[in-house]
């Protein structure tokens, strides 16, 4: 029996319909949340990601920045420009879209948002506020991965998660969304010698590595919930995850699909996030 599906498109638009109507709620007293959003250089892939996240702003009645400069720019400026942002007090969210050219130091430019305007979660205040249960900004993508277990109403008190992956921007703070809800984590990644055994023993998975079937279904629990967080192109360049879709969904209980998964639930928490951070003034 194959797996039910996890649909992240059908759930961005409820959730964006409640956003809409705190965003009216909100421009009644006289306040538009907006969204700044900053691309360096002409990276393809982060034209169109920025593209997605204006798009979203404006279909919930957000006001949407969006600037862009070409590579030439130097850290400097980026930092001035950040810092007056950070003063604009029609701006309630910064987002600048990574990767960053090379001679930028990207650490050093998030540090620059105002942890208060930090709506992709990535600055190191918002990260010590997750690890130590405090309020502040989730890093989009695993919260809208939280999101889509929440939307199944899986239960995650004593299950067993498995995360795929250790980066700043999904994997740690995956792993720390679930152990707040109790799960019992282990992260995996490049050195972990028996991922099959880790995973075998899952009842929720996270794959967040970026790599093309790093989990197939002889690695798969059945019933397991499988989130796909992974964004690849296939022999044919079409669009796939890092989960072998058609052989896990014969095995997983819920699987997320590529495209139309976790993708746009990422854009959508952006929303939220700058959404909470406009409601907060």
Known sequence: MS??????????????????ARVQTLKARGVTPGLAVILVGDDPASAVYVR????????????????????????????DRV????????????????????????QKVIETISPDKDVDGFHVASAGALMTGLPGFWPCTPYGCMKMLESINYDLRGKHAVVIGRSNIVGKPMAMMLLHKNATVTICHSATTDLKAM?????????????????TADMVKPGAVVLDVGMNRNDEGKLCGDVDFAGVREVAGYITPVPGGVGPMTITMLMVNTLESAEKK
């Open 3 to 20: 797996a039910q599906l996890i649909d992240g498109i059908a759930l961005s638009r409820h959730i964006r319909t409640d956003i809409a």
């Open 52 to 79: 997605n996240k204006v798009k979203a702003c404006n279909e919930t009645g957000m006001h949407s920045l969006l600037e862009t400069y070409p590579a030439s720019m130097t850290e400097a400026q980026l930092l």
């Open 83 to 106: 810092q007056a942002l950070n003063q604009d007090p029609s701006i309630h969210g910064i987002l600048v879209q990574l990767p960053l050219p090379p001679h930028m130091d990207a």
């Open 199 to 215: 995973t075998l023993q899952a009842d929720v998975v996270v794959a967040a590595v970026g790599k093309r079937n790093v989990l």
